[in-house]
């Protein structure tokens, strides 16, 4: 997506297409292409949308150029040019969302135009109003909120440390001192300052989201998942509720390895777990603090990917082939020239780029490229397997109409690739030929690949669902401005079981200091995208045969898993995503429960560990 910046914290990465949802806040000055008339007929809706695509996608293929040359050579001109190219694609995109929801009511509009209209009046995420000015001011605010947390500084000891040292450091440190004063300064120096602006923000978008038709902003965000926007917050609740016994289970069993490692005083038996402790600035996904919570014995799984593949002479380039290679082998055609041309696989030595890992369609034919700083390491190795998904799945549905070129839903896209990560089993390394068959590690070892998996992927859940549960309260006004704060550390406590290391107040924004909360990316997406990947993963097993306990398959080299994957992906968006998940797994429904199988070997070890320690906080 264009100018679509995702977080360059702890997630995963953004898919760049030419997509007409790319828009964020949008200064809707520019004039209509060709709004409707006052009595809009059928015909003039065909007809408005057909331009809307013809237009749209013809800008995007400009837009990302620019984007492209932006990211991967920073200069100050490439700044300019690349803010501009923006704002122009936002201008358009304002006007057609504007001009689609007076088409949207019409009575007797086809199956597409209906569903493109609705697409074209959703595609925004902060939606300006039209009254003289405010376009200028939201665009104002959110600059100046994203630009003051890129800024953000902490402290360690006393002197300053930015944010991606300091995430470093929260991971590294084993100090309770140093973890609090890190996680203080962070929330009070990032977070505080931006309150008042955030609460602008919220007005003035909602203001924006009404002139569109939606009750706010909140609303507008869950009407992207063909359903009404109650009953979708109501399947992320029924989704959380499959998965939470396996969270609270994780969450006991951490909080009595904290509580050994660190003492009554840091951490107590029982209760909610201090947030600082869990190797994350957010604790969001508790990986770092692995070596915590590792198992005698079956901790050590004997071998690491990174030093694997270094071994074995792997440059960047060559793990990107072994990633081609995977889907290869499911019968998808190879990667077009030009992508090993115009990616960026590897940092440039004599420039600013932007190194977060990202995925681009810049055609949107196949104009296809990744853009990395690839090290020779285990992460990488995922990561390109996860970019690559997104690059598979944009040349799978590039016959579709213009607004049809997007994921089924915005969970799909970031899902893709790291289903086809998790079959990157000891097994598969063995059939590259990466690791000697006498090194599998024997099943008395899978605790500890689960569990690793585990501190980062079934953490991550709660997370990922009440980033979006506090903002859609503070869209539609349930969490006043007055309680920002206390809403947000009550459902960090709800949900995750956690508690900030000192008291926070009013006065304190903790949920600013999350990067998605002031650059306004939504965040349902990704904790769909962690249910959805074990979903596909399942029914790509099931379909490959797989007998044995789930988290050991690999469907590596299966054509028949390949075409039916393909089938869902050649749809793009131009159905609604329970008929894509249907082709594929044919169910219709979202679920946790294949996480839960993947986990259940992790989560009966888990209930014995956690016997006679008491549950929940
Ligand atoms: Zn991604």
């Not at 997506?1 to 760049?16: G, K, N, P, Q």
């Not at 609460?199 to 609303?219: C, H, P, Q, W």
């Not at 959380?240 to 003492?263: M, Q």
């Not at 099931?542 to 789930?550: F, H, I, S, T």
Request: with cysteine; charged share 20%.
């Amino acid at each position: 997506m264009i100018r679509f910046t995702v977080s360059t914290i702890a997630l995963a990465c953004a898919a760049f297409g030419v997509s007409a949802a790319a828009a964020q806040t949008a200064p809707a000055t520019a004039k209509p292409a060709a709004q409707p008339s006052s009595k809009p007929t059928v015909a003039e809706a065909d007809a408005y949308v057909a331009e809307a695509e013809k237009t749209l996608a013809a800008d995007g293929v400009d837009a990302a150029r620019m984007a492209w040359v932006n990211a991967t050579y920073i200069t100050d001109d490439t700044d300019a040019l690349a803010a501009k190219s923006g704002a122009k694609s936002t201008d358009l995109a304002v006007q057609y969302a504007l001009g689609a929801a007076k088409y949207a009511t019409l009575p007797g509009l086809s199956f597409d135009t209906q569903r493109k209209l609705n697409l074209l009046r959703g595609g925004l995420t902060l939606p300006a109003p039209t009254r003289a000015g405010a376009s200028e001011e939201l665009s104002t605010l959110t600059t100046k909120m994203s630009s003051a947390y890129g800024k953000g500084k902490g402290t360690l000891d006393g002197k300053p440390i930015n944010g991606s040292d300091i995430e470093a450091a929260m991971g590294e440190s084993r100090d309770p001192a140093k973890l609090k004063e890190m996680w203080i300064s962070w929330n009070d120096n990032v977070g505080a300052p931006m309150r008042g602006d955030y609460a602008k923000m919220t007005a003035i978008s909602n203001e924006g989201a009404r002139e569109l038709g939606y009750k706010d902003v909140g609303a507008l965000w869950r009407s992207g998942y063909d359903m009404k926007p109650d009953a979708f917050a109501a399947l992320t609740d029924k989704i959380w509720l499959e998965v939470e016994p396996l969270y609270k289970a994780l969450h006991t069993y951490a909080r009595w390895k904290l509580n050994a490692k660190y003492g009554d005083a840091v951490q107590s038996k029982t209760g909610p777990i201090r947030s600082d402790l869990l190797g994350n600035m957010w604790a969001q996904e508790w990986g770092n603090i692995y070596d915590i919570v590792a198992p005698a014995g079956a901790g050590d799984v004997g071998y690491d990917t990174g030093e694997l593949l270094k071994a074995k002479g792997y440059d960047p380039v060559k793990m990107v082939k072994q990633g081609e290679a995977f889907y290869s082998s499911l019968g998808f055609p190879a990667l077009p020239g030009t992508f090993w041309e115009r990616s960026q696989i590897v940092k440039p030595a004599d420039r600013e780029v932007i190194c977060h890992a990202s995925a681009w369609d810049v055609d949107n034919v196949d104009d296809l490229r990744i853009k990395m700083c690839t090290k020779v390491n285990a992460d990488d190795f995922v990561t390109i397997h996860h970019e690559l998904g997104h690059n598979y799945y944009q040349r799978a549905y590039n016959k579709q109409p213009f607004l049809y070129k997007n994921g089924a839903n915005d969970g799909f896209h970031e899902a893709i690739g790291d289903t086809v990560a998790l079959s990157i089993t000891p097994n598969y390394l063995v059939k590259i030929g990466l690791l000697d068959q006498a090194k599998v590690p024997s099943p008395d070892k899978d605790i500890g690949l689960l569990l690793r998996q585990a501190m980062d992927k079934v953490a991550f859940l709660p997370f990922g669902l009440l980033i979006d549960k506090w903002r859609w309260g503070v869209f539609s006004g349930e969490i006043p401005t007055t309680g920002y704060q206390g809403a947000w550390d009550k459902l960090r406590l709800q949900y995750q079981g956690i508690v900030p290391p000192v008291a926070r107040d009013e006065t304190k924004f903790d949920a600013g200091a999350k990067y998605h909360i002031p650059a306004a990316v939504p965040y349902t997406r990704y904790f769909l995208a962690r249910v959805l990947q074990f979903q596909f993963y399942k029914a790509a097993c099931d379909q490959a045969g797989w007998k044995g306990p789930l988290h050991r398959c690999s469907f590596f080299d299966n054509k028949a898993v390949g075409t039916k994957l393909n089938a869902m992906l050649s749809m793009g968006q131009s159905k609604p995503w329970p008929d894509a998940l249907q082709v594929f797994t044919g169910s219709r429904e979202m679920s946790g429960k294949a996480l839960v199988e993947y986990f259940a070997p992790l989560k009966a070890w888990l209930d014995v560990q956690n016997k006679g320690k008491p549950q929940g906080w």
